[in-house]
């Protein structure tokens, strides 16, 4: 039985993959190091921001401190901040699955984005309301694909609602293979949705749909009810 959605955000909710790969891009450039739109999409999007310098700096043979890579993540932030601005960032039916599914669900964020970048997002759409918890960056030691994110998630979910809860009762919405393996290393039931990957990418999730207008309790309780 399903008595909890779990969200991943970016790619998912936000429609914000393109401008994190842009101020990702732009901010590598004044380090001299030059990001293709391939090899962020292919290397890349399953870390968190200090991943992603990370593997970059190792990628590289750049050797860069962690001094180095904490600002390089505050400028990656700041660049990002002015690509959002004045623009909204939500999928076609992010909004409408939320409400629908927040009447008689509880929802949380599991996100590998700063909590900030979230924060803004959900604020700027009044949005913030519908999740009983959000699970970013700074609040998981280790992200995605380790099931760290979303065993947090969960955790949170019960604290909120004063219940039990576990994992294989809660269902995670994801658009990557990393997001995935996260997911279902935490032990959630998985749903995929085509925002970022092809279907055939994303094989290993319970179902994949093409859009959030297809989710609703009843569509994920039926995943929930499968041996």
Same mark, same amino acid.
């Not at 932030?77 to 002015?82: I, V």
């Given at each position: 039985?399903?008595?909890?959605?779990?969200?991943?955000?970016?790619?998912?909710?936000?429609?914000?993959e393109p401008l994190?790969f842009a101020?990702?891009r732009?901010v590598?450039?004044?380090?001299?190091v030059?990001?293709?739109?391939?090899?962020y999409?292919?290397?890349y999007?399953?870390?968190d921001?200090?991943?992603?310098f990370?593997?970059?700096s190792?990628d590289?043979?750049l050797?860069?401190?962690?001094?180095?890579?904490?600002?390089?993540?505050?400028?990656?932030?700041s660049r990002?901040?002015e690509l959002?601005?004045?623009?909204?960032?939500l999928?076609?039916?992010?909004e409408?699955a939320v409400?629908?599914?927040?009447?008689?669900?509880p929802?949380?964020?599991a996100?590998?984005a700063?909590?900030?970048e979230?924060?803004? !997002?959900?604020?700027q759409? *009044?949005?913030s309301?519908y999740?009983?918890a959000? &699970? @970013?960056? +700074? =609040? %998981?030691?280790?992200?995605?694909?380790?099931?760290?994110p979303?065993?947090?998630?969960?955790?949170? !979910?019960a604290?909120?609602? *004063?219940?039990?809860?576990k994992p294989?009762?809660? &269902? @995670?919405? +994801? =658009? %990557?293979?990393?997001g995935l393996?996260?997911?279902?290393?935490?032990?959630?039931?998985t749903v995929? !949705?085509?925002?970022t990957?092809?279907?055939?990418?994303l094989?290993?999730?319970d179902s994949?749909?093409?859009s959030?207008?297809?989710?609703?309790?009843a569509?994920?309780?039926r995943?929930?009810s499968?041996?």
């Amino acid at each position: 039985m399903i008595r909890a959605v779990v969200f991943d955000f970016d790619g998912v909710i936000a429609n914000s993959e393109p401008l994190h790969f842009a101020a990702f891009r732009d901010v590598l450039a004044q380090q001299g190091v030059e990001l293709a739109k391939n090899d962020y999409y292919d290397r890349y999007l399953g870390y968190d921001d200090v991943g992603v310098f990370r593997a970059v700096s190792g990628d590289r043979r750049l050797n860069w401190s962690d001094d180095r890579v904490a600002a390089l993540v505050r400028r990656k932030a700041s660049r990002l901040e002015e690509l959002e601005r004045h623009v909204s960032v939500l999928f076609p039916g992010a909004e409408a699955a939320v409400q629908r599914l927040a009447q008689s669900l509880p929802l949380a964020i599991a996100s590998g984005a700063l909590r900030a970048e979230i924060v803004r !997002v959900l604020e700027q759409a *009044g949005m913030s309301q519908y999740f009983v918890a959000v &699970v @970013a960056a +700074e =609040d %998981s030691p280790v992200s995605k694909p380790a099931p760290d994110p979303y065993l947090r998630a969960v955790e949170l !979910v019960a604290a909120a609602t *004063g219940q039990s809860l576990k994992p294989a009762e809660c &269902v @995670a919405i +994801e =658009d %990557s293979q990393w997001g995935l393996e996260s997911a279902r290393a935490a032990g959630l039931h998985t749903v995929a !949705v085509t925002h970022t990957y092809s279907a055939d990418h994303l094989e290993q999730a319970d179902s994949v749909i093409a859009s959030l207008d297809e989710l609703d309790a009843a569509y994920l309780r039926r995943i929930g009810s499968r041996e």
